[in-house]
DNA sequence: CAATAAGCGAGACGGTACGTCGTGTCTTCTT
DNA sequence: AAGAAGACACGACGTACCGTCTCGCTTATTG
């Protein structure tokens, strides 16, 4: 399952054209078997230790129909990353009425889930393909970097319906705030001990200054 | 000028052994030209448009050379990098007295400073490096991200003296907060409104839950 | 027109077979087509630097009806080649009773034609095709270096039936020795100056002649 | 041991500049083996089924290291069946004084020795590589097909000094006479009768022998 | 002051991967 | 059933880098 949920794969290809079509039409399965080939070698491999020829190998697929229908390897890399054939277990956001508590328990869940060795790996490739990439598919890795629109913004969003947010707090940033000190750890493999976790969740849900500005 | 002021030469080089060296001592000149070539390169292309012979054809330096004192490209990026020859001011941290409104010149400052064209660069290529490196320069990507040695930290910690916040307030988390979602935003090229950068100031500094979390 | 005159089709093709055919016939301008296509590529590139892509595509002709018809490249050249798609003029030999005069005017006449760089080009397509299609193509380049059956084996075979030869004369041998030389010459693009052709005519005439010719 | 005798290194290769050389010297080890592998790839395989990562491998030598010294495929076979890394043994051209009987002697020793597989493979690599690498290697499959410069030749010459061939009579166009002949049937796999040879010796010697030999 | 040692620029080496091209087969719709 | 179109598996091409190695040369310390 994708950490994105939705299929992602109009976003590097062009959606089925009307026109009829003619000649041998693409093969899925080929498309299949490309995408699950580089999920596999990722997972056991970084993203510049693989190669085009293994993954077309490791598919049992023509090297050219890999630069058939991707530009090079980081596209190749992002969209089996971003359609997750990577594959990673969603941390399930709670709503129990307390958002401190809720996002406490998904931050938890985070710090335990996003160290696994495989999200690593995934998180890895995805911004070695992307910065390799750039800067074709630096829309690609921007548009994905939106993890707000994941359960994270949602609770958030809920919150702010229901009031238990101040008037004027901004979820997108509070959202960032939470989850790219997290992610940029995961990345560079900076540990993080559950207390930091907690301490950043504080901050974000209460802020830090003894009196609030007032705006 | 370095982003970390420091020298940090002993990071990526053993420092100079006290034992009496025989033969032709390293010469200082090719390690500055082949760092300096480096950062010129960089600031023109991206971090794997570049290759080993290219610094060295533009340092006008054997290739040999490169390889006896670093083990791979990464390392001759990352300490170009790290020691500043990739050139970068620093935004200044006023200290008014005033956290947040400190803080939110602060942010605008990186904003502005922070995407232009040779920090993004710069913030790219130790990215990429560190990721290329791994798990060999791992740990000075690591120690490096340590932005909190910095004047952020700093300034936090100042006001934590003076009982500027509130009992508890994890000042690593905060900086963190603050300063993880812009580095990560300049690293894939996001763009940042400047009302982005002061939500994030905002929600920082007062949090964002209506009713403080009795804690 | 070709060199060899007859149509060489059926060296190539079975003939078209006596059963009544199912389906859709094949179609004989495709046929035609991608000879034409062939024999006008072979006028501007060398034999292994155009494709049955570029045949197809110049044809305007699908690559499956190529493989449909003939084997490989080299079928399809070595066709195109010995029917006489290729243009060519045939160098006249003339019988004025002088079998020494005749045979120097047909040498001059071929030296000027053979160099002419059609032929040249012609010449060495056949040579590569036929090497390159062996062993399935060689019968057909050697049936085909069978120049003897054309005018200069019908001229020497009539001097032998006027007793112009001395007795004994093999004239498979003169033919030979009076034109591999030269179509060596041709494919390998070594210049040859007319006193050349006329020593070997002479050579050759005074090797088989009844009485040799007053020079 | 080459079939033209001499070292043909000059032909393809610049000679050792006089220039002081900087950086490591060419590998001669490589080149020896290059063109050995080439030799023995050649023995068991048709020209074009040999490719340059073959020989590579074969000789143990990185692809590089061939486009280095070669510009192509053809450039590399040419070097390695004219300088003889191909084996070959020639036929020996006695010198009895009686030219009719030598060149006999000597034709069905070549009809013997073209036709081993060995030479036939020889062959069609040489004329295969030269027909692909024009017009760049034209010029060497040119000189190299002055067989002339052989031991027939010699013979010839010898004749014609000791006046045993007529007067004017062209021993260029003779030898030409005899070996072209001979050549293009050992390239196209055409068998040759030992009476072919004879008569073609026969043909030849009558035409330029000062007293036709009796037969 | 020679001998020894190690660094230097240069550039060839064995390799690996790249991205392109060509071959001959297969699969679609069209004629 | 054949044709035009074009995707497919395969594999060679020639290039670019990697990290290592060997040259002749230079610059130190040591004997």
Redo the contacts between chains.
Sequence with gaps: MSLWGADRYHVLMTPPEATKQRGRPRSEQSHQKVLEATARLLGSS???SISVERIAAEAGVGKQTIYRWWRNKAEVVLEAVLTGYVEMELVPMDDTGD??QDLSAWMQGMLTEGFREEFIAMA?SL??A???G??ET?EL??QE?AWESGALMER?RRAAER????P???????A???I??L??RI????PCAPA?GQ??V?????????D??A?
Tied chains: 1, 2, 3, 4.
């Design positions: 970084s993203y510049d958002l401190h890895r911004m070695a992307g910065l390799e750039l800067p630096a890795i921007r970097h958030l009031d238990e947010l101040r004027g707090a901004d979820i997108a940033a509070a960032s705030a939470l790219d000190p992610l940029f990345v560079i493999g900076k930091w301490a950043l504080d901050t974000v849900t209460s802020g830090i200054a003894a609030r500005p705006r």
